[in-house]
């Protein structure tokens, strides 16, 4: 892991060592804590990844009240499961058998926030019904798997932000650490087969050049997090990536820069095929992304030239 300093200069913590914080502040809400209401928070859940990926390399850890820890374990409980989950069509987006085979035995015990049920048994499934014409009857059925709300998704990204940024500003002698100011605004999220549509790839152009304050890769890449600092306002661009199957963007801080960001990127247009007065049926091609155009994750020397659009 890395982080930046007042100066903006990497400072590197030990890869194999967890960062252990003695805060006296809830990470998440700030409160003051008690002894009973005080529990120890690894910011990357140890049941988020894959069995044994934290084993021996770097995490962080801190105090949170037990509202907080608890509200952040149940977003990590299914969404875990559905990120190790393989895609529509059955492809993983790495070679780690144990990995696999975990993500098949959460699925039997994860439950589905979206469809309460177990994770194995909602994929989801959408039947359109309707007519061409005289005589002329279609019908349509899609399928695909498992899925997350975005909303519980940004919550999640939202949390492991924040215990970051306090990380980042902490101060050991008062044993607590800053929040953002302004506001968290999340972009959009998605599945491995997608991150080469316009609008990641443009937001990540975007942002590359912009000073690193936070490079994290741990659990032999099952989890990676960059934020980059706006040259000229308080404004964060930040990433997230889990389990090598869904991607995170967005910004945190002042919002007019960020929204001027999200003007200039490019909209997603999605196809109609089918409209009726109480149905409809659109849809969007996706765009994988190629390893060699892949630089969201990267942190480049000052002497290393980024790559051409």
């Known amino acids: 892991m890395n982080k930046a300093d007042s100066q903006s200069e990497l400072l590197d913590f030990p890869p194999h060592l967890p960062l252990a914080l003695r805060n006296r502040t809830c990470v998440y809400c700030g409160l003051a804590l008690m002894p009973r209401d005080r529990t120890r928070e690894h910011v990357i859940g140890r049941c988020f990844v894959p069995d044994g990926k934290l084993q021996g390399q770097w995490n962080l850890i801190l105090n949170a009240c037990r509202p907080c820890n608890s509200h952040k374990a149940d977003l990590e409980d299914d969404i875990s499961a559905i990120t190790l989950q393989p895609d529509s069509w059955g492809a993983h987006g790495h070679a780690d058998v144990a990995a696999i085979e975990n993500g098949h035995r959460k699925a039997v015990h994860s439950r589905s926030r979206r469809t309460r049920k177990s994770v ?10 309707g007519s061409l014409g005289p005589g002329i009857h279609v019908s349509f059925q899609f399928a695909s798997p498992p899925q997350i709300d975005d909303h519980r998704a940004f919550e999640l990204a939202r949390l492991q932000l924040t215990a970051f940024f306090y990380m980042q500003t902490y101060n050991s002698e008062t044993r607590q650490g800053g929040y953002w100011l302004h506001g968290y605004h999340p972009i959009m999220t998605a599945n491995r087969s997608d991150w080469g549509n316009p609008l990641m790839v443009r937001f990540m152009r975007t942002i590359e050049s912009w000073d690193c304050r936070l490079h994290a890769v741990t659990a032999d890449g099952f989890f990676k997090l960059v934020t980059r600092k706006h040259p000229l306002a308080e ?3 930040w990433a997230l990536e889990w389990n090598h199957n869904r991607r995170l963007i967005g910004f ?3 919002r007019d820069p960020a929204q001027d960001i999200v003007n200039s990127l490019p909209r997603l247009e999605a196809k109609t095929v089918y409209q009726a007065p109480n149905e409809s049926l659109s849809y969007r091609v996706e765009t994988p992304l ?6 969201l994750f990267l942190v480049f020397d000052d002497e290393t030239a980024l790559p051409d659009d």
Do not use: K, V
């Open 235 to 237: 404004t964060w661009a």
């Open 120 to 129: 194995r048994d909602s994929g989801e499934r959408i039947n359109i019904h």
């Open 252 to 254: 945190f801080g002042e």
């Open 290 to 295: 190629g390893e060699d155009d892949d630089t």
